[in-house]
T-cell receptor, first 111, second 113 residues
Framework: EDKVVQSPLSLVVHEGDTVTLNCSYE??????LLWYKQEKKAPTFLFML????IEKKSGRLSSILDKKELSSILNITATQTGDSAIYLC???????????FGTGTSLTVIP | KAGVTQTPRYLIKTRGQQVTLSCSPI?????VSWYQQTPGQGLQFLFE???????NKGNFPGRFSGRQFSNSRSEMNVSTLELGDSALYLC????????????FGNGTRLTVT
């Protein structure tokens, strides 16, 4: 059965800290991996990683895909209170034709 | 460009009733997916429509159904509501389904009493 596992489940850090969120997957015929940020309601898209694009960066956020280890990390440097959210990882398979989501990591940044 | 719009935002229903949720995708997006989000289970895939055809379906009972119209707008129906159906229902659209990211609406919060 295809599955996506995120760790840790929750994290509390102070402003300015650097955090690393993990996503591991067991998905047949991997196609892509995506990261989302969910603050109140709608998850918002952060990154999409594929075999041809295994590293993405946007400002203080960056993500790397390790296809050998079937995992990805999301790094956030110099965290701010506005980074407090649930971070979701999703994987798409060629055969399943759907997005498989992990249960998310809840990040709280304390001033 | 307008985002994904879901209506209504909140719904309170009683067990046994049925409910219809609506989703308008981003203009030009032909794929619409529905997800159920609960604190313990995370996002669970319900179904995906592309050009009015259901392409894929998750592991939900037949009480959950959907459809897509020619303008790509989609509706989801849940019949014979159960307490366990209380959740946030998220709709997401994308250009083609698998090679582009999903863009989510703000969801419909359904409470079944």
């Amino acid at each position: 059965e295809d599955k996506v596992v995120q760790s840790p489940l929750s994290l509390v850090v102070h402003e300015g800290d650097t955090v690393t969120l993990n996503c591991s997957y067991e998905v047949t015929n991997f196609r892509s991996l995506l990261w989302y940020k969910q603050e109140k309601k709608a998850p918002t898209f952060l990154f999409m990683l594929t075999s041809s694009g295994i590293e993405k960066k946007s400002g203080r956020l960056s993500s790397i895909l390790d296809k050998k280890e079937l995992s990805s990390i999301l790094n956030i440097t110099a965290t701010q209170t506005g980074d407090s959210a649930i971070y979701l990882c999703a994987v798409v398979s060629n055969t399943g034709n759907q997005f498989y989501f992990g249960t998310g990591t809840s990040l709280t940044v304390i001033p | 460009k307008a985002g994904v719009t879901q209506t209504p935002r909140y719904l309170i229903k009683t067990r046994g009733q049925q409910v219809t949720l609506s989703c308008s995708p981003i203009s030009g997006h032909r794929s619409v997916s529905w997800y159920q989000q609960t604190p313990g289970q995370g996002l669970q895939f319900l179904f995906e429509y592309f050009s009015e055809t259901q392409r894929n379906k998750g592991n939900f009972p037949g009480r959950f159904s959907g459809r897509q119209f020619s303008n790509s707008r989609s509706e989801m129906n849940v019949s014979t509501l159960e307490l366990g159906d209380s959740a946030l229902y998220l709709c997401a659209s994308s250009r083609d389904g698998w090679d582009s990211p999903l863009h989510f609406g703000n969801g419909t919060r359904l409470t079944v009493t």
